[in-house]
């Protein structure tokens, strides 16, 4: 009886996807569940499944830690490999971010509206959405959070707007004085003809 043999050559069976990852440059720290120890370390790439990072703890396969960066909460994570300074978690729970959910939804859009922060010229920048409490502006010079910008929407006079999330060249920006309900329907209708 011929038994056929296994293929010789690269491993061609289909890998196991992971999510995107997004190169970033963040600084935080950890808590490593072993010793309550903390460590400081760079994170350089980001997924919503997990992370890579570059650090100094003592991290072997397995360890459960708490990862935490500045502004953008804290998450529960388990090593899954390390290479000299630099190791692959995944996370093993939900965020806690800051970031609490929205009061009304948003409309997708394809606005400009002009954009100036502190002691500069106001630019045009795309809104990507907008609702009566806020919208997402794409920028070529990002802000920071918690920045205050003023944007002049379309019919209406500049309003003030703190900056509330940053991601690539996307910010989130809530509105300082809500834009009312029947004032926001009528510049809808004008700015969807």
């Not at 190791?87 to 009304?104: C, D, I, K, L, S």
């Not at 920045?147 to 900056?163: H, M, S, T, Y």
Request: glycine content about 8%.
């Amino acid at each position: 009886m011929n038994v056929p043999h296994p293929p010789v050559g690269p491993d061609l069976r289909p890998r196991k996807s992971r999510d995107e990852r997004r190169p970033v440059a963040l600084r935080g720290w950890m808590v490593l569940s072993s010793d309550n120890s903390i460590w400081d370390f760079t994170l350089t790439d980001l997924s919503y499944g997990g992370c890579r990072l570059e650090t100094a703890a003592p991290l072997r396969r397995g360890d459960e830690v708490k990862l935490s960066v500045a502004n953008r909460g804290k998450i529960d994570a388990v090593v899954r490999w390390r290479r000299e300074r630099a190791a692959g978690f995944a996370f093993t729970q939900a965020a806690e971010v800051g970031q609490t959910p929205r009061q009304v939804e948003r409309l997708k859009t394809d606005l400009e509206v002009i954009v100036r922060r502190q002691g500069r010229r106001g630019q045009p920048l795309d809104a990507r959405d907008i609702s009566p409490l806020g919208c997402c502006l794409v920028f070529v010079d990002v802000p920071r959070v918690d920045d205050r910008i003023w944007i002049q929407l379309p019919g209406l006079e500049a309003i003030e707007a703190k900056v509330r999330w940053v991601e690539g060249h996307c910010a989130g920006v809530m509105f300082e004085k809500s834009i009312h309900d029947a004032v926001f329907d009528l510049l809808l209708e004008r700015w969807l003809r």
